[in-house]
């Protein structure tokens, strides 16, 4: 059995809203394997880079724009995301069995 496998029926024997928090957990995961891949990319090319500011720029370029910087995003933007995760769960079943666990 595959490691896929493995996970999907581990998955499967949690209740619903466990689920959820795994299928979240495996989001912000690829979220944070992307962002890191990106970072290093531009700390990557920003290295190469240092030192070019006043270079002029090839005739094949210049007519090509140039991208400015992303502006900052704010974490509000994250709200609904995963909603629909939860839309069947009940708010008060969810909380009585997270306490419930509490007590082992």
Not at 18 to 39: G, P, R
Not at 49 to 77: A, F, H, W
Request: glycine share 4%; net charge neutral; hydrophobic share 30%.
């Amino acid at each position: 059995m595959d490691t896929v496998e493995t996970i999907s029926n581990q998955v499967k024997r949690l209740p619903l809203p466990l689920q959820a928090e795994v299928l979240d957990f495996v989001e912000y995961i690829i979220y944070k394997t992307q962002l890191k891949s990106t970072t290093t990319k531009n700390h990557e090319w920003l290295t190469l880079s240092r030192g070019m500011e006043n270079e002029q720029i090839p005739s094949l370029c210049q007519d090509k724009q140039v991208s400015q910087p992303k502006t900052r995003r704010s974490i509000l933007e994250l709200r609904g995301l995963g909603k629909h995760l939860w839309q069947d769960v009940s708010v008060k079943d969810y909380i009585n069995a997270e306490r419930d666990s509490w007590d082992g």
